[in-house]
């Protein structure tokens, strides 16, 4: 098959995000200027730069998360494994502002150590970052998008002692979670090798 987007799939669902996947999920807490905590997963999430370390999530419309740092120039993507799957499902909920997601999904706030909101003591990976930019991206035709987009620089870096394996992270025993498209996630289970190929002139 092949559709137009303008007038539509015809499917039952929507297949993009089961299109684009997997994604990783952004576990993204932050704290107001006055001291609201907030957290939330998001699957539009992902790094564009390893040297600066840049991230990005993206809300659809300006959400607690977007706004919050927007507020104080900082968040926290906390990483979640396999083992926190229903907790961070349940951190979803659209609770009411001044509601700590924290306290509905049992999950514990833990100080950061070089910005303000605090990480999920629980999540065994963090990075602690600064907002570097917040944008509202346009379509092809110029029009904005519901979409905000928050890019942060990763100024701090939590790793849990039990996911290293021989000094290297070990995305197998924190069995990350990706989150695919319908209701579908899934987490690393397996991890296979390939070296990028060089060129060889004759």
């Known amino acids: 098959m092949f559709y137009e987007t303008a007038t539509g799939h015809g499917l039952p669902h929507d297949p993009s995000k ?3 996947s997997p994604r990783p999920v952004g576990w ?7 001291g609201a905590l907030n957290l939330a997963p998001y699957s539009f999430f992902n790094m564009f730069e390893s040297d600066p ?3 990005w999530f993206s809300s659809s419309g300006e959400k607690d998360s977007a706004t919050f740092a927007r507020e104080t120039g900082e968040f926290v993507v906390n990483i ?3 083992d926190l799957v229903s907790k961070m499902v349940a951190s979803s909920v ?3 502002r ?3 997601e924290f306290g509905y999904a049992d999950l514990t706030p833990e100080p950061s150590r070089l910005v303000k909101p605090p990480r ?3 999540a065994l990976a963090a990075l602690e970052c600064k907002v570097t930019d917040i944008m509202t991206p346009k379509t092809w035709s110029g029009a904005e998008c519901d979409a905000v987009v928050v890019s942060g620089e990763v ?3 939590f790793i849990d002692d039990s996911v290293l394996t021989d000094g290297m992270f070990d995305v197998v025993k924190a069995g990350n979670v990706a989150r695919l498209g319908y209701f579908d996630y899934l987490t690393v289970d397996r991890v296979f090798q390939m070296r990028r190929p060089r060129w060889k002139a004759d």
Do not use: H, K, Q, W
Request: no cysteine.
């Open 18 to 20: 089961a299109i684009v």
């Open 28 to 34: 993204i807490s932050t704290v107001s200027a006055s």
């Open 53 to 55: 370390f840049l991230v």
């Open 80 to 82: 979640a494994g396999r």
């Open 94 to 96: 659209d609770a009411p």
């Open 98 to 100: 001044g509601v700590s």
């Open 120 to 122: 999920v003591r629980e």
């Open 155 to 157: 100024i701090g870096v």
